[in-house]
């Protein structure tokens, strides 16, 4: 089922920060995270701009799209609901999910497939269900892997209403459990299962689409 709802952040304007990926942990900095290319942008967006008022007729943002989450990378907070105006694709993993290792992998291939000048506006998230995870052994696992998304791990109480509000699939990780919220905020239905690089930058194109009609 397609659901719409406001969202209450600001739309965050892109950079040109680089992908970049396979740092150790250690010599990481800032600008070296694959997740800076969305999450600087996003923090000097907010600067300046003021939130704005949900729309009238539509539902209240999921708490979970509110919910404060650490990039493993940067240790910079964010909320999923502050990527409005863009395509957000949502994938709940676990490191030790062989699953999951070769789903990332096919996103992976996907966004090098992403044409540059779409790049900045689809923004790749993997939460992982390991709630008790520090985040800096899921940026090591981001780092080894080579995998340029953001990467967060999913506090208790947001899996739970994830799990209320997606399905329970989403605290599977070998479920391979993933999402896409269209730009204009519609969140689309929970798939499971693995998805070709193909079938990916189809959904992608589906939600830029929705967005300009």
Known sequence: MLRHFA?????????????TGGVSVAAQESTACASAFWLEPLATAAED????????????VPAWMTSDLTDACTGETFALADFAGKTLFIESMATW????????TRVKEAVAQVPEDQRDDIVFVALSSEVDLPREALAEYA?????????AVIPADMLRTMAEDLGQEVAVPP?????????????????????SPEDLLALFAEARESAAS
């Open 7 to 19: 969202f209450i952040a600001a739309l965050a304007v892109a950079g040109g920060v680089p992908l």
């Open 143 to 151: 780092a080894s892997n080579d995998f340029p998304f953001i990467f």
């Open 175 to 195: 479920a391979t459990p993933h999402l896409i919220v269209a730009p204009d905020g519609t969140i689309g239905e929970m798939r499971t299962g693995s998805s």
């Open 97 to 104: 999910c062989t699953n999951c290792h070769a789903q990332l």
């Open 49 to 60: 701009a003021d939130a704005s008022a949900a729309s009238e007729g539509t539902e209240a």
